[in-house]
């Protein structure tokens, strides 16, 4: 299986034109979810960006599993970019689906300086309840998803195992939907 993530663009108009296509889109991504192959996913909490996390047997399955979205066929996405795991720490749980905004939550990236130790960081952050996700890109870039709204605290969390370049680790907000 190959995991990916996917940074969306997203129209202009998004927030107004996603509504029409909304509760398709939803229930799509759930059934993709319930077949395995939707790991989690939302936009940024203004609607200029969406980031999905997939879970495919085969790269040609990506172009499908997002151009066949109600959101795409509607316009609300007008774009995207994906980047493939090389490892990837898996959530212990699905998350039951929030469409209000209340679920903020924090993506931190960035290089790693010890990969196998930064993997392992992941895994310590999952199980203690600070990452949802995340994982290794073959350049050794890293993301996770990290279960704080304070962009500061979600950083200090990375740095403070010493595995990542802490100067060189980003957070971006992000609304955790499912």
């Known amino acids: 299986m190959i995991v990916y993530h996917v940074a969306i663009r997203t129209s202009d108009d998004y927030v107004t034109r996603r509504e029409a296509h909304r509760r398709a889109h939803l229930e799509r991504l759930q059934g993709l979810r319930a077949a395995g192959i939707v790991i989690g996913g939302g936009p940024a909490p203004d609607g200029s960006a969406a980031e999905l996390f997939y879970r495919l047997q085969q790269p040609p399955q990506l172009q499908k599993v997002i151009e066949e979205d109600p959101y ?85 969390w990375f740095r403070e195992t010493g595995f990542w370049a802490a100067a060189e680790l980003t957070a971006r907000a992000f609304l955790h939907v499912l």
């Open 72 to 156: 795409w066929i509607g316009g609300a996405w007008t774009g995207y970019t994906p980047r493939s795991f090389s490892e990837f720490v898996e959530p212990w749980e699905m998350v039951p689906v929030v469409i209000d905004g209340s679920r903020r939550v924090t993506i931190v990236e960035g290089p790693g300086t010890d990969r196998d130790m930064a993997q392992f960081a992941l895994i310590e952050m999952r199980g203690a309840g600070r990452i949802a996700f995340g994982g290794f890109f073959e350049d050794g870039r890293s993301l996770a998803l990290a279960k704080s709204a304070d962009a500061d605290e979600a950083l200090g």
